[in-house]
């Protein structure tokens, strides 16, 4: 299997075997959810009634004012009318640290070192920070997911050596960029006071219950206080108090030595061989010689981008997951939920809810602020409503009778403790977006078909296609207030052919048809934006032939309708989507363009299917930050 294609499916691999009952009921997707309570509140949000799932006439402010770009197989980013496009910030090139600004070289020649000065390889999650009150200065945060050691290194993987894993460890971690407005265009700020790589030998500390805990000791940490390094960053999210939280998706991939694991082990999904070979020159990431070192990923991290000398910490007390991301809402009273899920077939969507309210004057009155509160999973029921379930230590199951001595352990074990709660088993939950008008959160599932595969636990209300290859898009509003035990739901969308004949399975949307929605976002007036991540082995082919290369899409939820603003180049994906606060900037990251289902050891197979965004005849595909705007500035959507 390539990299590529264990990429793609791992999220796909069926990690939870345990018994939870399925609902086993096929929901109405076409119900209206009756509003009920008081609305909660966002920071700095706006506040209307809950327009979801009707169709109301015009979409006030979020309405669509662009024209659709059509399905494209090109090798190129396709905008609409009136937009232009900026590649500001590609795999390789510096990010504006004072130690060092080196070139990158376009034979992938560049060593580890550089490289740690460098963007990292394969952006996803992102943020934008404003400098002062404006929309023309600030900073991005940046995930860098994974790498693809084919074309990372000049020789691709073999041979295999240390210094490859040393470069790989460089690569992966988050970015943190300054860029200015300057006559209609972005430009990086270098050097950068502000400028910030985190590679796999950054300290981060560990907060809340799990930190000291005995699971998460290691030789090189007795006190089980530190880790080095977050990788495997997918999606991001930005606190009302000025951070940047990642989530550690697929992290077990990055370790080996799993030919014999625990049941632990199975069920957080170690594979036997190594998909990525960092423990064949770092023992650290060999699972028989360090155990625990295996407990100290999976979480979500937040780290201040206004101060680069702070030391950014795993936030444990939000659970350990194969987080997507972490997308932070305010209740009435001031305090923070945090909703999170993790991107694999059958598991869980989470929200925490914090002890204390948020303090006024930034990240450092709320540095502990995401190490208290209450954890939660959630169970959707058929009949439209769902239950928060508390994931705390002596109640219920979670008892030392059941293998969980103490919080810590309930948090590490996060999702053994979410099978004993009996908490619903999702298509891969995404990313999450707040509507900040409405309150409601959305979540993308992006696909699943095994669910009706024999064994398997067949359909429920929430996730109701046995084979599901397109995905959907389910959201939720909590009763009362964002720290709700309860819920309604219903779908959005359960995506696909437009043409497809039962318009009923396509919840209240119309317009252009799409698949396996990934990244989400509302932009500053409401519009909720759509990334797509249909696989190499998927894209373009098959029920997929007519949707092109991913691509981005915008929805006015009041009206239901989804118009495609971008298409992507060749085996890309499309992520990222962020906006300045007057909305006139759009940001996303093009991650692997010229991905393919097949292998990559030959870095020079990429650049047959794409070789954007240098084209250069001896170069190599790079993923990028693009920035883009309206030719007449005016607000991106509209
Ligand atoms: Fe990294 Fe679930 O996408
Ligand atoms: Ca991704
Ligand atoms: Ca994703
Ligand atoms: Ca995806």
Redesign the pocket.
């Known amino acids: 299997m390539s990299r590529a294609d264990r990429h ?1 499916s791992a ?1 796909a691999d069926d990690h939870n075997r345990s018994a939870n009952l399925s609902i086993h009921e096929v929901s109405d997707p076409a119900r209206r959810i009756v509003l009920r309570g008081g609305l909660g509140a966002l920071a700095g949000g706006l506040f209307a009634p809950w327009l979801a799932g009707c169709a109301s006439p015009g979409g006030g402010a979020a309405a669509l004012g662009f024209t659709a770009v059509p399905p494209s197989t090109a090798d190129a980013l396709r905008l609409p009318p009136g937009y232009a496009a900026e590649v500001l910030a590609r795999w390789g090139d510096p990010v504006g640290l004072a130690a060092g600004m080196p070139s990158f070289r376009e034979d992938a020649g560049n060593s580890a070192a550089e490289q740690a000065l460098q963007f990292g390889m394969h952006h996803d999650g992102m943020q934008f920070y404003p400098l002062g009150d404006g929309s023309d200065h600030g900073l991005l945060a940046i995930n860098h997911e994974y790498t693809d050691d084919g074309l990372l290194h000049p020789d691709g993987l073999a041979p295999w050596t240390a210094d490859k894993v040393k470069k790989a460890q460089a690569a992966v971690g988050l970015s943190v960029c300054e860029l200015r407005l300057q006559g209609g265009r972005w430009q990086l700020v270098r050097p950068s006071r502000y400028a910030r790589r985190t590679t796999m030998a950054t300290p981060f500390a560990i907060g809340g219950p799990a930190a000291g805990h005995p699971l998460m000791r290691t030789a090189a940490d007795p006190q089980g206080r530190t880790v080095l390094g977050t990788m495997a960053n997918c999606a991001s999210g930005r606190t009302p108090w000025g951070t940047y939280l990642s989530g550690e998706e697929n992290f077990h991939f990055l370790f080996g030595g799993g030919d014999n694991p625990t049941a632990d082990q199975r069920r957080w999904g170690l594979v036997r061989t190594a998909w990525y070979r960092w423990a064949e020159h770092d023992e650290r990431f060999d699972v028989r010689r360090h155990p625990n070192e295996f407990h100290r990923f999976g979480w979500v991290v937040e780290l201040d981008p206004m101060d680069p000398t702070s030391t950014p910490v795993k936030r444990t007390a939000l659970g350990r997951a194969m987080h997507e991301g972490a997308w932070v809402a305010v209740t009435r009273d001031g305090r923070a939920v945090v909703y999170s899920g993790e ?1 694999a077939a059958f598991e869980y969507l989470y929200k925490f809810v914090s002890r204390d309210r948020i303090r006024p004057g930034g990240a450092k009155p709320n540095a502990d602020l995401l190490d208290h509160g209450t954890l939660y999973v959630a169970r959707f029921d058929g009949d439209g409503s769902g239950r928060w379930l508390p994931l705390v230590h002596g109640q219920g199951p979670l008892t030392a009778a059941n293998g969980f001595a103490d919080q810590g352990e309930v948090v590490i074990k996060t999702r053994q403790a979410s099978d004993l709660l009996g908490a619903t088993k999702m298509d ?1 939950p ?1 990313w999450l977006a707040i509507d900040p008008r409405s309150g409601e959160v959305y979540c993308t599932l ?1 696909n699943n078909d095994r669910r009706g595969a024999p064994g398997q636990l067949g359909v429920d209300a929430a996730n109701p296609r046995a084979n599901n290859t397109m995905g959907h898009v389910i959201r939720w509003k909590d009763d009362g207030d964002f720290d709700g035990r309860s819920l309604r739901w219903n779908h959005l969308v359960l995506a696909g052919d437009a043409q497809q004949p039962r318009p009923e399975a396509r919840g209240n949307i119309k317009g252009d048809a799409f698949a ?1 929605p ?1 990244g989400l976002a509302f932009d500053p007036a409401g519009r909720l934006w759509i990334c797509t ?1 249909v ?1 190499p082995r998927a894209l373009n082919q098959g029920e997929m032939a007519a949707l092109g290369n991913n691509q981005l899409l915008a929805c006015d939820v009041a009206s239901g309708e989804v118009r495609r603003f971008l298409t992507g180049p060749a085996g890309c ?1 499309i992520t990222g989507p962020a906006f300045t606060p007057d909305g006139r900037t759009l940001f996303i990251n093009i991650q692997h363009p010229g991905e393919t289902a097949g292998e990559r050891n030959d870095p020079l197979q990429p650049r047959r299917v794409s070789n954007w965004p240098d084209f250069s005849p001896t170069g190599r595909p790079r993923s990028a930050t693009v920035a883009i705007r309206r030719r007449d500035g005016g607000v991106v959507g509209s």
């Open positions: 793609f999220s991107d891969r995404e992006t396996c990934d991540d696989g994906e």
